[in-house]
């Protein structure tokens, strides 16, 4: 599809995926400064009054970014809102998200039509996270103008669907806008995302590892000393099934091999279900593309290694398709 703009001119096709905790102003303005779409969750601003803060403050850098550099502006950035019915700020979170006419909202755990009309109304995008192909179909007709489907790999709340899968069936009916998220994290990947039909690459994990990121040194080293196998998936934390780093669950005293299952009904996020340890500030969340992470760097740095490996893919499969 033809993207709207300034989508269709970012540095290499990536949306920075919000991290809980992680992602504040100077990951955004860092990320979006590079290139590529910033985001971050609403509720990391607390109290619910700091999000005009940031958002002044985003808004503002970017700006300045933009005179100063008409010849490479910054990329736009987007506002993660928490659709269920534990946030009690959504409201509120949305009317400061209007006040500065965020031009990207992605939305979460719930498709609500009064949400996507009135990013509309203010002529921002929205774009709703999911893993499957039945709730790509309700996020649709409800309004969303895009989709993440988030498939098995993926960091923090995850599904369990093979990406060749859910974008395959999202492409037979489906041809907006799409960033497909799970364990992304090297230059071949974000080619690959596009090969299978998606617009972006959706990427999280590898920012935890960055100088911007709002994270403890412990979280950034876990990240590089980590890989696939060091993974873990579960749903004792919040509720929510999602991917955990286990030297995170082994340091809060539980065996990652022996986890219990929490109820889904009983949904909160951060609190560790019925452990003492919290989800995000202890149990650290990470996808299973981290293997590739080598050290903790500036983010322009990483995406300057993204842009690297995306460009060189593009010409490995050229030659090797060339007659």
């Known amino acids: 599809m033809t993207l709207p703009a300034p989508f269709d001119k970012l540095r290499i096709p990536v949306i920075g995926s919000p991290l809980f905790i992680v992602s504040g102003p100077e990951l955004v303005i860092a990320q979006c400064k590079a290139g590529i779409v910033g985001s971050f969750p609403a509720l990391n601003a607390r109290p619910q009054s700091e999000l005009d803060e940031w958002l002044h403050r985003i808004t503002e850098e970017l700006a300045t970014h933009n005179r100063d550099h008409p010849d ?33 909202v992605i939305t979460s755990l719930g498709a609500r039509e009064e949400i996507f009309n009135a990013v509309r109304g203010w002529g921002g995008i929205t774009m709703h996270d999911v893993i499957n192909n039945r709730f790509a179909r309700k996020a649709i007709e409800k309004g969303a103008d895009g989709l993440i489907p988030v498939a098995a790999g993926a960091g923090g ?72 196998d060091g993974i873990v998936y579960s749903n004792l934390f919040t509720g929510v099934h999602g991917n955990y780093l286990r030297s995170s669950i082994e340091n809060a005293g539980l065996d990652p091999e022996n986890l219990p299952t929490s109820d889904p009904s009983k949904m909160n996020f951060g609190s560790g279900g019925n452990t003492k340890a919290k989800a995000w500030k202890d149990i650290w969340g990470s996808g299973q593309g981290i293997g590739t992470v080598k050290k903790v760097g500036p983010v322009e740095d990483m995406v300057a290694r993204f842009e690297s490996e995306y460009v060189a893919a593009k010409k490995a499969l050229a030659d090797r398709t060339a007659c």
């Open 157 to 228: 709340h995850a599904g369990t669907l093979s990406p060749f899968a859910l974008m395959q069936e999202i492409r037979e009916w489906f041809d907006g806008m799409v960033a497909l998220s799970g364990s992304i994290a090297h230059g071949r990947s974000i080619l690959a995302a596009q090969a299978l039909g998606a617009d972006f690459a959706y990427i999280g994990s590898p920012w935890i590892a960055t100088d911007e990121a709002n994270a403890v040194d412990g979280y950034k080293q876990g990240i590089v000393e980590g890989s696939a």
């Open 72 to 104: 490479c502006p910054a990329a736009p950035f987007a506002v993660n809102q928490i659709v269920h019915r534990s946030n009690d700020r959504i409201e509120a979170d949305m009317a400061t998200c209007a006040k500065w006419q965020v031009p990207l």
